[in-house]
Each structure stands twice: as C-alpha cells, then as structure tokens.
T-cell receptor, first 117, second 111 residues
Framework: DTGVSQDPRHKITKRGQNVTFRCDPISEHNRLYWYRQTLGQGPEFLTY????????KSRLLSDRFSAERPKGSFSTLEIQRTEQGDSAMYLCASSLAKASGGQNEQFFGPGTRLTVL | DQQVKQNSPSLSVQEGRISILNCDYTNSMFDYFLWYKKYPAEGPTFLIS?????DKNEDGRFTVFLNKSAKHLSLHIVPSQPGDSAVYFC??????????FGTGTRLKVLA
C-alpha cells in the first residue's frame, strides 16, 4: 500500500494526558499537512511542512500542540495536557510540490480518532 | 467565518439519475477548487478539481462546474451509482497549500 498511513487509528485518553500521533506520507511527497475534523464539520487546516521545515501553523494549533517532521519523511503530532475539546479526527495529508509550481492535490490518510475522557 | 459553504447537509438520488452537489464560497481570492469524497472510517479521497481559469472540468461520470461571478461551484455525478453514497466535501485554496473545506453533503444513492 503506497498511500498515506496514520497510527494509531483510534486513541482514547484521559484529560491531562499527552498523546502522539504518527503520519507516514506517500514516499515521494515533499509536503505534509495536518488537519483536524470534528463532527459535522469539514477538515480544518492545522499545520504544513515542506520537507522538514514547518512553514505555517494555524491559530487552531495552541501551545499544547507540536508537530515535527524530522528528515522530511514521517511526521508526528503531539498534544500535551489533552482537553475534552481536543476530541476529533486528526487527518494527515501529503502532496508533491513541483518545481514548475501549480496546484497538486493533497492525498489524505485514514485519520486518527482521538477521544478525550 | 465560513468561507466555503455547503448548504445542503444531505441529498438522496435514485440510482441512474443525476446527483448535483453545490458549494458556495465568499473569498474572491480562491483560485483552485476541489471535491473530495469520504466514506466512514476513511480519510477524504480526491475526486476532481478545477482551476479558476476554467468553468468546467470533466472526469468520467464526474463534472465540476465553476461560476466565478456567482462564487458557486457544483459537482455533477451522472449516472449516480449506489457506491457513490458518501459524504462529499468541496474545498478551495487561494494560491497556497491550505485548503478550506466546506461542511460536507451526505449523498445517498438509492438502488
């Protein structure tokens, strides 16, 4: 399977605990994105990497959230001191930025569903 | 501020008929639009896209129409099949990598 993979698929945690999610993008893709989706809403942009550089963070990404993409391959999203409002589906996507520019579709993984009790 | 709106939360269509899903946007800087399909327990799957320099793009049974003056786009599925039953999201971007998604329309194709 050469698509975007995410681990774990489901995570249940207690309020105040830290959680970490992993995303493995499509291997040749140099851009990686994190989105969050809550019930009845579309995905909301959280952050974006070009290779290993984190180039933008949404204001939705509070100080308790941190994302990394060491070596420009897989990425991790950590949430510290989780709150019940963090319960959501966390989606990772990747795309290939061409040197010639233009738009390239983002390909999404299956998501990690987080439930904070 | 919802920049991309899908005002119909659900739509039911008979198999073989046309499904029309609508999307409105407010940001005139958007220059690229996409439709994604989402099945339960899966991530969104890219379906079709259109640049703002075009008003129509077709791919098999799927056609996207863009009306820039009305800030409106629509997805036509002809003929509709039961396997098309899913949630459809439209998304838009303004020359960047950040997609702004609508809230989705749940399509149910009745056999």
């Amino acid at each position: 399977d050469t698509g975007v993979s995410q681990d774990p698929r489901h995570k249940i945690t207690k309020r105040g605990q830290n959680v970490t999610f992993r995303c493995d993008p499509i291997s040749e893709h140099n851009r990686l994105y994190w989105y969050r989706q809550t019930l009845g809403q579309g995905p909301e942009f959280l952050t974006y990497f070009q290779n290993e550089a984190q180039l933008e963070k949404s204001r939705l990404l509070s100080d308790r959230f941190s994302a990394e993409r060491p070596k420009g391959s897989f990425s991790t999203l950590e949430i510290q001191r989780t709150e019940q409002g963090d319960s959501a589906m966390y989606l990772c996507a990747s795309s290939l930025a061409k040197a010639s520019g233009g738009q390239n579709e983002q390909f999404f993984g299956p998501g990690t569903r987080l439930t904070v009790l | 501020d919802q920049q991309v709106k899908q005002n119909s939360p659900s739509l039911s269509v008979q198999e073989g008929r046309i499904s029309i899903l609508n999307c409105d946007y407010t940001n005139s800087m958007f220059d690229y639009f996409l439709w994604y399909k989402k099945y339960p327990a899966e991530g969104p799957t890219f379906l079709i896209s259109i640049s703002s320099i075009k008003d129509k793009n077709e791919d098999g049974r799927f056609t996207v129409f863009l009306n820039k003056s009305a800030k409106h786009l629509s997805l036509h599925i002809v003929p509709s099949q039961p396997g098309d039953s899913a949630v459809y999201f439209c998304a838009a971007t303004a020359g960047t990598y950040k997609y702004i998604f609508g809230t989705g329309t749940r399509l149910k194709v009745l056999a």
